[in-house]
C-alpha cells in the first residue's frame, strides 16, 4: 500500500498537525434572556443550565464570559404579559427594561459585540413575528415596527441587529431606517435562512413567546427547500446584510455549506435551543458524554461553514 491514512493519525501530535477544522472562542456567540427587574434567576425547565437572568446578574454574567473568552451576545428580552399588544408598542418604548439594560450592558463593557433580535414575538399578544389581522400576517405593516425596533435598539449603542422576523424587504428597510438616522456603523446579521422548525420549542418556553395561534409557516421557510434559501440570500446580500445567517444549524448543514459557497459575506449559524436541550436530555439520562458531544456538535457546524455559532454551548464550552 502506498497510501496508508492511518499515518497522519498516529499520534496526538500529527494528528492536531492535519486538523482542518478548529472552534475557538472567537466564533461563538452566547445567547441570554434577560429578566425585569433586579436579582431574578430563573431556569429555563426545558434547557437546564440555561437561565433567565436580571439585568444585575447579566452584568455577573457576561464579565464572566469575557474572562473565559466569549466576546459576542445575543440578548433576548422576557416579556411579561401584560406589557404585549397587536403591535409590540414596548419594543421601542426607550424606556422599556430591555432597552435600558442594553444601554446598561453596552456602558459597562464596551468591549463586547452586543446582538439584538427585531422580530414581534416576544412583545405581540398574538406571539407572531408580525402584526396579525384576520390570521393574516402583515408584512408591509411590520417593517414599520420593525424599523422602529431596530432604531431603538441601535439608540442603545448596541453593535450588531438580527432581524429573525422572515418578512420580506426588511433587511433593506432596517438599513435605511438606521443610515437615514446616523447609524451607519451598527451590523446586520440577517437571519437569511430561517426555517419553520420545531427546534425552537425551549426558546419559545424560555421567553413565553409561542404563536397563540396558527404556526409561522407563511414566513418562516419549507424545512424541504434548499434552492429557496438563495432568493433569501440573494435579497439579504443586496439589502446590505453584514452577515448572513442559517437557523436550525443542525438540520440544516448543507443550507450552511450552500451559503459558504456561495456568498462572500462570513456565515452565521444558529445552533438552537432544542438542539441544546437534546444533548443536555441525553447526557443527564447517562445515554451521552455532553462534553464530547457539544464539542463534536459546534465542529460539525463550523465544518460545515459556518464562521460564527450561535450557541447556547458557548459559555460551557469556553470552561473546558
Ligand atoms: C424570534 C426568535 C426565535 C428564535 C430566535 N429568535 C423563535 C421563533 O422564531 O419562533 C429561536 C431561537 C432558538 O430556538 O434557540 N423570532
Given at each position: 500500500?502506498?497510501?496508508?491514512?492511518?499515518r497522519?493519525r498516529?499520534?496526538?501530535?500529527i494528528?492536531?498537525?492535519v486538523e482542518?477544522?478548529?472552534?475557538?472562542?472567537?466564533d461563538?456567540?452566547?445567547?441570554?434572556?434577560?429578566?425585569e427587574?433586579?436579582?431574578q434567576?430563573?431556569e429555563?425547565?426545558?434547557?437546564p443550565?440555561i437561565?433567565?437572568?436580571?439585568?444585575?446578574l447579566?452584568?455577573?454574567?457576561i464579565?464572566e464570559?469575557?474572562?473565559?473568552?466569549?466576546k459576542a451576545?445575543?440578548i433576548?428580552?422576557?416579556?411579561?404579559?401584560?406589557?404585549k399588544?397587536?403591535?409590540?408598542?414596548k419594543?421601542?418604548?426607550?424606556?422599556?427594561?430591555?432597552?435600558?439594560a442594553?444601554?446598561?450592558?453596552?456602558?459597562?463593557?464596551?468591549?463586547?459585540?452586543?446582538?439584538?433580535d427585531?422580530?414581534?414575538?416576544?412583545?405581540s399578544?398574538?406571539?407572531?413575528?408580525?402584526?396579525?389581522?384576520?390570521?393574516?400576517?402583515?408584512?408591509?405593516?411590520?417593517?414599520?415596527?420593525?424599523?422602529?425596533?431596530?432604531?431603538?435598539?441601535?439608540e442603545?449603542?448596541?453593535?450588531?441587529?438580527?432581524?429573525?422576523?422572515m418578512?420580506d424587504?426588511?433587511?433593506?428597510y432596517?438599513?435605511?431606517?438606521?443610515?437615514?438616522?446616523?447609524?451607519?456603523?451598527?451590523?446586520?446579521?440577517?437571519?437569511?435562512?430561517?426555517?419553520a422548525?420545531?427546534?425552537?420549542?425551549?426558546?419559545r418556553?424560555?421567553?413565553?413567546?409561542?404563536?397563540?395561534?396558527g404556526?409561522?409557516?407563511?414566513y418562516?421557510m419549507?424545512?424541504a427547500?434548499r434552492?429557496e434559501a438563495?432568493?433569501?440570500?440573494?435579497?439579504?446580500?443586496?439589502?446590505?446584510?453584514d452577515?448572513?445567517?442559517?437557523k436550525p444549524?443542525?438540520a440544516?448543514?448543507?443550507?450552511?455549506?450552500?451559503?459558504?459557497?456561495?456568498?462572500?459575506?462570513?456565515?452565521?449559524?444558529?445552533?438552537v435551543?432544542?438542539?441544546?436541550?437534546?444533548?443536555?436530555?441525553a447526557?443527564?439520562?447517562?445515554?451521552?458524554?455532553?462534553?464530547?458531544?457539544?464539542?463534536?456538535?459546534?465542529?460539525?457546524i463550523?465544518r460545515a461553514?459556518?464562521?460564527i455559532?450561535?450557541?447556547?454551548?458557548?459559555?460551557e464550552?469556553?470552561?473546558?
Open positions: 500500500m502506498l497510501i496508508r491514512p492511518r497522519n498516529k499520534s496526538l501530535a494528528r492536531n498537525l482542518e477544522t478548529k472552534v475557538t472562542t472567537d461563538l456567540i452566547f445567547p441570554l434572556f434577560l429578566l427587574g433586579q436579582r434567576k430563573i429555563v425547565d426545558s434547557m443550565g437561565y433567565r437572568l436580571s439585568v444585575d447579566m452584568l455577573k454574567e464579565e464570559c469575557l474572562t473565559l473568552g466569549i451576545f445575543d433576548f428580552p422576557v416579556v411579561p404579559e401584560h406589557y399588544d397587536k403591535t409590540g408598542t419594543s421601542h418604548d426607550p424606556k422599556f427594561f430591555y432597552l435600558s442594553l444601554r446598561e450592558i453596552k456602558e459597562r463593557f464596551p468591549e463586547a459585540a452586543i446582538m439584538t427585531v422580530a414581534l414575538d416576544p412583545y399578544s398574538d406571539g407572531h413575528d408580525g402584526i396579525v389581522e384576520d390570521g393574516k400576517i402583515l408584512n408591509d405593516e411590520t417593517l414599520e415596527i420593525l424599523g422602529k425596533m431596530a432604531l431603538a435598539q441601535a442603545t449603542g448596541i453593535d450588531i441587529i438580527g432581524p429573525s422576523d418578512m424587504g426588511r433587511v433593506g432596517i438599513r435605511e431606517v438606521l443610515d437615514e438616522n446616523g447609524f451607519e456603523e451598527v451590523s446586520i446579521m440577517s437571519y437569511s435562512a430561517k426555517y422548525s420545531a427546534f425552537y420549542g425551549p426558546f418556553d424560555a421567553l413565553d413567546s409561542a404563536p397563540k395561534a404556526d409561522k409557516k407563511t418562516q419549507n424545512p427547500n434552492r438563495l432568493i433569501e440570500g440573494d435579497l439579504d446580500v443586496d439589502e446590505g446584510a452577515f448572513l445567517m442559517i444549524a443542525l440544516y448543514l448543507d443550507v450552511i455549506k450552500l451559503f459558504k459557497d456561495t456568498y462572500a459575506q462570513p456565515i452565521a449559524a444558529y445552533n435551543s432544542g438542539e441544546y436541550s437534546m444533548l443536555k436530555a447526557s443527564q439520562k447517562g445515554w451521552l458524554e455532553y462534553n464530547k458531544v457539544m464539542a463534536e456538535t459546534l465542529l460539525s463550523k461553514g459556518a464562521d455559532i450561535l450557541t447556547y454551548h458557548a459559555k464550552f469556553a470552561s473546558l
